[in-house]
Every structure is written in C-alpha cells, then in structure tokens.
C-alpha cells in the first residue's frame, strides 16, 4: 500500500458552531405570488445568507427550503469558530432587515429571520453515496435547529455552549432556561445582542483580570534594547513568534505598557482570525490607530484628526488627504478622491503610509505594535514590506508576531530580529499556578500535573484551572482555591481543544493522518512500530513525519538504538486522539497491538497489558483476554492489585464471547485466580462467594478436575479463613486427591505446597515439613514446576517453611541456614511475596536469639519493601512480626504500635481476622503487659487462648496461653500456674521447643514475682 491510496478516513469528530438562518413568512405567502418573482425573492435571501457564511469561512452544509444551515469550524477547524458564527449572525439580521425593508416597500411583503446557534461535537463528513456532500450530523446540529425554532423573528439565540465560547467578544443576553425537546436537561439560552469589547483573547483575559506576569526577563531586556536603539535614531523591526497560548500578546502589552509609561507613543493593531477576507483590514486598524480614531466619532471629526496629525507632521500630506479620507471610509464631499484603478489606489496608500513613518517633523520615538500576522489579509500584508522598509533610520520600533505556521514574507527589512517564545519553565508556571489557584495545602501536587499536561503554555494553565474551578474539582475564589475533589483527568478545555484542533487540520491529510495514527500508541511512538500500524513504506512516511516534527507536533525524543517520536503536548494528543471516528480508531488500536506483537519478540510478557488494552479497545476482545491473562500471570503475586484487576478484565472480556474450549478455559480461570488473590488483598464476602459458585458451576459442567482441585483450594485451604484445624486438614487432603487425580505436575505441586500451610497453623510441625518435602522431591530440583500458581516459587515457600518447622523445634541455625537460602530463590525467581514472609520470620528468629536490633532493624526494612508489593495479607504480616522483634527488644509502646496498624490493615481488607489472628491477640496482649494495660491484656490473652484452643491452632495456642499466665500473674490474678502447665503441655506435645524454653521463662518470672 501507498501513501496515496491509504484510505482516508469518511468522517471526523470536531468541534464546531452550527448556524441555523430560517426566513419567516415566506409558506403563506407563497401562494399569493407568482412563482418567478417568488424563486427571485428567496433566491436573494439565500445569497445574502450563503455570503455571510462565506465572508466569515464558513461552510453552507444545506439549503433548507426556508434558509440555510451553515457550519463554523468545518471542514477546515477555525479556533474561532463560535466567534465566526455570530459575526456572520449580526450580519446576516443587517443584511436581511434591509432587504426586507425593501420588499416591504416595493411588494408589500413581510419577511424576517431568525437564526440559532450551536456549538459543539459533530461528525463530520461526506455522507451517501459517493459524491455525496460534506456534511455535520449529531445532537449539536439537532440543537442549533431548536434555537433557530425558539427565536423571535429578527433575533439570533444561542445555547449556552456557544455562548462560553463568543462570551466577553460580543454582548449576549440571557434569557434563562427552557426545556428543549431532545434535550434531557433544560438549555439556558442567550440572545446576541451586539459587538462586544473584547477583540482578542488578551482582551478578556484582561476583563478577568490578568495573572501576575511571570519570567520572561530577558525577551524584555531584548524589547527595551530595541526601544533604546529606535530613540538614537536606530529604528527596527522585532518578531516574535510563538504557539498560540504561549503568551505574544501578554508580552507585547508588558511592553507596550512600560513603554507608555516612559512617555513613547504607542500603536497597535492586530489581524483578526476571521479578518483574512477583509481587505486593508489590518492596515486601516493601524490607521486609526495611529490617528486615534474612536468608533463613536462623527465623520468631519475623524477627518479633523486625521488631517491635523498629517499635516503637523508634513505640510504636504494635505495633496494625499482625500485618499487617506476615502480610504478610512470618511470621503470629503466638497474634495472627492480622484477614481483611481484599485491597484493605482493601493499604491497611493502604500506611500502615505511610507511617508507617515518617515515625516520629517517626527521628533518623538514611537512603538508600533502588530499582532498575527498569520492571520493577515492580503492587501496588509503586502504594506508590510514597504512599511518596514520606511522605519529604517527613524525612531520607530514595529513589534510584530506571529505564530509558527507563518513565514516573514517581507523581504528583508535592514534591521530585523526575531525572538522565539518558548513556554514557561516549570518555575514559572508554578508561579502562575500559585496566583491563579493560590497556596492551599490540598493543591500541592496539582501544580506538576498541570506542568505536565500543559507543557508551560500560559493559556492552557489558565484555562485548565477554569475548566476545573467549572467542573467541581476546585472549590473558592479565583487566588484562593482548595481541592474538593482530586483531578483524575483535567480533560481538554473547549477553548483550548479549537485551538489545538485548528492547528492539526492545517496539516496535509496524510499528515493528519498520521498524526492520528499516532495519537493511539500513545504520548511515545516507536518509528517502526508507527510505519507497521500505518502500512507505510519507510520513504512514504518520513516526510510526513518531518512534516509533523516541523509543525510541532511531534519531537525525535530517541534517535538510537531507534527513532521514537513523542508528542510535545499532551493536550495535542488528546484532541488528535478525540478527532478520530471510533471505528477508524479502534482499527488502528488493533494495528498498533499486533505492531507492539511483532517488533517485540522478546518482551511479551512485559508488554502484555499494554498489548491487551490495545487489543480491547480494538474491539478485538479474546485476543484482549489472551492477553489480559498473559500480563494478569506476568504480575502475579509481585504486583497483586494489579493481577487481580487483570483476572477481572479477562473475566468480563469473556464473558459475551462465544463458548469454547479457550473461553471456558478462562472463564473458570479468571474466577479462581480472583479468589486467590482474595486471601492477599481481601475481598467482598458475596463476591467471593459468588466468584466460587460461578467457577464451580462452569468447571463441574465440563468435568475439569484441575480446576476443582484449584476451586477446593480457593474456598476451603487458603489462608485468610476462620479455619478450624480438623476440617482444615481434611480439605487440604481432599484438594490433593484431587489434584493428584488430574495428573496435572504442576497443580500437585502448588496445591500440595499450598495446602500445606494448614499443618503448621494445626502445630503439626513434622506433617507440614514431611508435606514440604514431597512437593520438593516432585519439582525434581525444575524450580519452574508449579511456579505462579498459588506461590510464585513453591520451591522456596517450601525451604522456608521447613526453616520455620525447625525454628519452632529450637533449631535454630539450620533455620537461619534454610531462611537464607529461601530468600535467595525468592529472590532469583522473582517471589517477593516469599521473600517478604521469609524476612518476617527471619528479623523474628534474630530477635528471639538475641540479636534484637538485627532483627528489628530487618523487620523495618521489611516493612518497607512489603509495602510496595501492596499487598494487605503480607503487609499485616510484616507488621506483626515487627511488634513481635520490637517485644523481644522490650519497645513495648513501638511494638503494640506496629501490631495493632497489622491489625488495622487486615481487618480494613478482610472480613474476617484470619487464621492468624490468635497469635496476633497473643502478642498485642504481651504489648499491653509492657505498657502496663494488664487488664486490658488479660481479656485479649484469654480470647486468644480460647479461639486458639477452640480452633485447634496450636502453633498459636502456647503463646496465647503463656502470654495470659503472664497477664494474670501482673494483674494479680490466681491460675497463673495452671495455664502454664496447659502452655506446656501442648508445646511438649506439638515439639515446639521453641515455646518450651520461653514457657520456662514465664514461670520463673511469674514464681520470682510472686515469692
Ligand atoms: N509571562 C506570563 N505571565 C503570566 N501570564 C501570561 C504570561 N504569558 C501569557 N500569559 C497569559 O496567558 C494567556 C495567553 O497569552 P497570550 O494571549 O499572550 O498568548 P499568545 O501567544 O498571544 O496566543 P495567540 O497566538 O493565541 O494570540 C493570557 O491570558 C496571558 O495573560
Ligand atoms: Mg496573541
């Protein structure tokens, strides 16, 4: 495929205004006329419409019978586009009133019209057939045509989302709500009534007062140099040139400011967007400028200024006067202009203009200011040139600027030079930020985001912060605010997305294109993956590319070890991204999946979620599940939030698919692999039941015995239950039935390694190490057999786990020698989960030993790589093995700290406290001792003691009952005696040795205290 015939897409979104013009009275009176006058008459209405549209670049999309609907912003996006809509209005209701006057008078009719506007999304495109027309549909257009139907003859209305946009540039009147048909909610409407004051954006911003102006001190070092030079007689020319929002005017009204306020004279004009159509617009602005012509003033007192400024300047302007008088549209009826051919009067122009600058009796230095020459009509721009020529030697500084699309035409002026206006620094746009929203606490962090989003355009910050102020999110006064709610997405203001749209549809289609194409890869592309995606050869898109990185849009952020192009603002991306057609983008989010697919090899696990999204919203939705399971396996325990999402997705991508062998397959999965990371993360009860029911259900029908075998695990072995030892180890024994039933290597060995945890909470020490020890010879040393399913690295879980039998039965080196060497293959075979138990038990063991700031010391650190991992059940955990070392180390205040935050963490989570909970009462209990809440401490070691004993969990029983005798014996409380013995006698027979030793203690204490 080539570049040419790629296939362009039919349709757009975008962003418009929608006119509607209807012509009233017209039905009835059809009938009273001859049919054609009739077909004159309208026919003269239709043109006074169809050319005010066109004066202002609008697009008529139809004839209606009855008048017109044009569009504003299409094809071709104008970032005015509400603005041309209501100046093509008022024009419209001038134009029509005259005629209608006129019909009135010569055929008695009466006419009038009335029109609504409206702006906002459309598609746009051609429609039908294969010629047929360029044309907008969607609700914006449906609601102009309500406000053409509710207007009143002679007036225009328009919906409150045209008016945000033309707000401050012309006077609207509001005329409260009304209930639109169509529309849910009701639409406040407003009429135009006039030209407002505004005529740039600088000049609203200035109505809402402008921010503290920021940086920028060497651009004005520059300006006032310039003005320096012009004052010694040294006149020259400045550009400056800048993005749209960037802040040219801002820093030309600085100047111009300080300038005035030294006592130069200043000028100004500007070339306005929908002005390029207007003839000697800009120049006729500098004119009366110049001559300081006031709206309001009669015409013999436009010609007295004009005449008086001339003439004190050079005696011999009075020969020029009738030209500059017919040209500023004030002719002198007693002096006629002489009839000059429009070329002959240009000329005459161009010298007056000439001569103006070089008066000879010009003393003062002056500024003239000319802003966008980019959008400058023809007919000015040509003055241009001579114009600069003329301030050469004199004592005038010209300040243009423009954006970058435009290119200096003029051919060179002796003394030109040009500043490039770059955004503002992050410094800067803090600053900004700061004066707009204020200091509150709760903004901290936005400012970055907003950095971030706008990439220092001055224009964009304020128009975020506005949008957000809008939206909620910001709560106060303008200065002042504070966070109500936090920014999740600032989202693309409609003031910034039509300047942003406009920009991008002045690319070449297949530059656009392109554009497009990239915007769904995302804020980075990689060359080669953007050319598969675009079906490019390398020689058809490198100038398209160079196209996009000349324009701005895109920069070469990597050359090596291959080209990657970046977006240089996010906001450019959003609006190409939002442009698009959703079945156009959804095409090329597949495309850009199966790029990803084929130019990495080696990284598809890495990449798999990014692959997956892209495959969803390329509505490609089992290759998303494939893949979704892919990344959800890939993440595993390490990042289990994120599995669990995954495992979501895949559930809820399968779901509407067709059955077969693959879906079901991950139907049952998904919900069982959600269930294990329940115990790590904690879940809602009814989900989980409903998750088991669910899987159950799907893996009974289809008889798979591994999934049954997973399903067991999941609702009766895993951890996180309120176990009771008996049946406990009666599921753990039927989920290995069944795993071994299904023959399956690796589910034998996850589930055997899992279920295993049931004998040591049972303070079965010999049955979990001889449970451990069968998973360990079935892995045959493959430290991959049964790996991600229940524990990333079984073989480590089981290494530590016999550390942790040993440890129990006092022995305590080869349990140091065996934590090790479990942390080591956690590490190797990346299980930071294993890693994190393993550490827990280890800072437990130094601390029990002896070495309690070792131990301590580890378990903090502990605590902090947990965290990360996000994991509620490990991180509980690590919690409460702190407190545990910090007792050992007699930090009681510290210590019942870190246990009662792990129990706060767990419960917040679960909704249950687990099978760890009487060992977590039991030390929580010792905490309390150490902080003298003895009877506090008494009533938990006794709930301890007795779920415990009740549960059969007596790897916890002995210190519940040991830490109670101690609590008793404090409290002064008979029966420390006989719970020691009870504590004794379950550690003798369990062979907790460990417990043995410190039950000694206790009683040596307790006997001490009380003899
Ligand atoms: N240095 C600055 N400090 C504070 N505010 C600024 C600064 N520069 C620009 N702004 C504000 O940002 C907004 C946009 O600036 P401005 O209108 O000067 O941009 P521009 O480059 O002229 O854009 P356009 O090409 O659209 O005319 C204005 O509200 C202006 O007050
Ligand atoms: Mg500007």
């Known amino acids: 495929m080539s570049s040419t015939d790629r296939i362009e897409p039919d349709g757009e979104r975008k962003q418009v205004t929608v006119l509607f013009a209807d012509v009233m009275g017209s039905m009835d009176m059809a009938e009273q006329h001859d049919p054609e006058q009739w077909r004159r008459i309208m026919q003269g209405f239709f043109s006074i419409l169809a050319d005010e549209v066109r004066r202002f670049e609008g697009t008529v999309d139809k004839f209606t019978g009855d008048g017109i609907m044009a569009v504003f912003g299409a094809p071709v996006a104008h970032e005015d586009h509400a603005r041309r809509a209501c100046f093509a209005a008022l024009r419209m209701l001038d134009d029509i009133a005259e005629y209608a006057a006129e019909l009135r008078r010569k055929h008695g009719l009466n006419f009038s019209v009335r029109i609504g506007i409206n702006s906002g999304e459309v598609i746009a495109g051609a429609i039908g057939e294969e010629d047929g027309g360029y044309t907008a549909v969607g609700h914006t257009v449906g609601l102009a045509q309500r406000m053409e139907a509710l207007a009143e003859p002679g007036k225009a209305y328009l919906t409150e989302a045209a008016a945000e946009l033309a707000h401050g540039f012309f006077e609207l009147e509001d005329l409260g709500e009304f209930e639109i048909k169509g529309a849910s909610l009701p639409v406040r409407v407003f009429e135009l009534a006039g030209i407002g004051t505004a005529r740039s954006r600088l000049d609203l911003s200035r109505e809402r007062g402008f921010t503290r102006f920021v940086g920028r001190s060497e651009e004005m070092e520059a300006l006032e140099a310039g003005l320096e030079r012009a004052k010694s007689g040294e006149g020259a020319v400045v550009g400056i040139v800048a993005e749209p929002g960037v802040g040219k005017s801002r820093l030309c009204h600085e100047f111009a400011e300080r300038a005035r306020s030294t006592g130069v004279e200043v000028f100004e004009a500007q070339a306005q967007a929908h002005g390029r159509e207007i003839p000697f617009m800009s120049v006729l602005q500098m ?341 979704s399971a892919r990344a959800a396996y890939w993440a595993g325990s390490s990042r289990p939030g994120d599995a669990l999402r995954l495992w979501r997705r895949v559930m809820e991508l399968v779901e509407p698919l067709e059955e077969d062998e693959e879906t079901t397959a991950m139907a049952v999965m998904s919900r069982l692999l959600q269930l294990d990371f329940a115990w790590r993360l904690g879940m809602d009860s009814e989900e989980e039941a409903r998750l088991a029911a669910e899987a159950e259900e799907i893996a009974t029908r289809t008889g798979n015995l591994g999934s049954l075998a997973l399903l067991k695990m999941a609702t009766a072995v895993r951890p996180g239950m309120i176990h009771e030892a008996k049946a406990w180890l009666a599921a753990a024994e039927e989920t290995n039935r069944l795993a071994e039933e ?96 393993t550490r827990s038990n280890l800072s437990l063991m130094l601390a029990m030993r002896g070495d309690v700031a070792a131990g301590v010391a580890m378990a903090r650190r502990n605590c902090e790589l947990t965290e990360r991992l996000g994991d509620v059940f490990s991180r509980s955990l690590a919690l409460s093995n702190l407190g545990a070392a910090q007792l050992a180390a007699e930090e009681y205040a510290e210590a019942l700290e870190s246990i009662e935050e792990s129990e706060r963490v767990y419960r917040e989570a679960m909704d249950n406290g687990g099978e760890m909970e009487a060992w977590r009462a039991a030390i929580r209990a010792e905490a309390l001792i150490g902080v003298e809440r003895v009877e506090e401490a008494v009533e938990l070691a006794q709930w301890a003691s007795d779920i415990a004993r009740e549960r059969g969990m007596l790897w916890s029983l002995p210190l519940a009952l040991q830490v109670l005798a101690r609590a008793r014996a404090e409290a002064g409380i008979e029966g420390a005696d006989e719970v020691l013995a009870e504590a004794a006698e379950v550690a003798q027979r369990t062979g907790a040795v460990l417990s043995l030793e410190a039950i000694e203690e206790a009683r040596e204490e307790i006997g001490a205290g009380t003899t």
């Open 742 to 837: 299904s023959g399956d290597l690796h589910l034998r060995v996850a589930l055997r390694g899992g279920s295993a945890y049931a004998y040591l909470c049972a303070g079965d020490f010999g049955g979990f190490e001889g449970e451990l020890d069968k998973v360990l010879e079935m892995t045959g040393g493959d430290r991959t057999v049964g790996a991600g399913i229940v524990i990333a690295s079984p073989v480590a879980w089981a290494t530590m786990g016999k550390g942790l039998a040993l440890r129990e039965r006092g022995r305590i080196d080869e349990a140091e020698e065996l934590f090790n060497t479990a942390l080591r293959i956690a590490t190797e075979d990346g299980d930071p989960e294993t890693a994190s138990w």
């Open 287 to 627: 004119l009366r400028s110049y001559f300081g012509i006031a709206d309001a003033d009669p015409e013999r007192i436009v010609r007295e200024k004009i005449a008086g400024r001339a003439l004190l300047l050079d005696p011999e302007f009075a020969d020029e006067l009738p030209v500059l008088f017919d040209f500023l549209g004030v002719p002198d009826p007693e002096r006629p202009a002489p009839q000059l051919s429009a070329e002959a009067r240009q000329r005459a122009l161009r010298g007056v203009v000439c001569r103006l600058v070089r008066a000879p009796n010009r003393r003062e230095p002056i500024v003239t200011v000319i802003e966008d020459l980019h959008w400058m009509d023809g007919g000015s721009a040509a003055m241009l040139g001579d114009l600069f020529g003329a301030v050469e030697g004199t004592q005038t500084l010209v300040v243009v600027n423009f954006r970058p699309e435009y290119t200096p035409e003029w051919a060179g002026p002796p003394d030109y030079h040009q500043i490039s206006l770059a955004p503002l620094g992050a410094g800067d746009t803090r600053e900004l930020l700061r004066d707009l929203a204020g200091e509150d606490p709760s903004l901290d962090g936005l400012a970055d985001l907003i950095h971030e989003r706008t990439a220092g355009n001055p224009f964009f910050v304020e128009e975020i912060v506005r949008a957000l102020a809008e939206s909620g999110n910001l709560e106060g006064e303008r200065g002042a605010y504070r966070l109500a709610r936090p920014v999740e997405d600032t989202g693309v203001p409609a003031s910034v997305q039509t300047v942003l749209a406009a920009r991008i549809d002045r690319l070449r289609p297949q530059s656009k294109l392109l554009l497009q194409e990239a915007s769904v890869a995302g804020k980075e592309v990689r060359a080669r993956a953007l050319r598969l995606t675009a079906g490019l050869a390398q020689e058809e898109m490198d100038p398209l590319l160079c196209e996009l990185t000349d324009a701005g849009f895109l920069y070469e952020a990597e050359i090596y070890p291959e080209r990657v192009f970046a977006f240089r603002h996010p906001l450019t991306r959003e609006v190409a991204y939002g442009s698009q057609l959703a079945e156009q983008r959804a095409a090329t989010h597949a495309a850009t999946a199966r790029a990803l697919i084929e130019l990495n090899p080696d990284r598809h696990d890495e990449l798999a979620a990014l692959i997956a999204s892209h495959m969803e919203s390329g509505e490609e939705a089992l290759e998303a599940a494939r893949w």
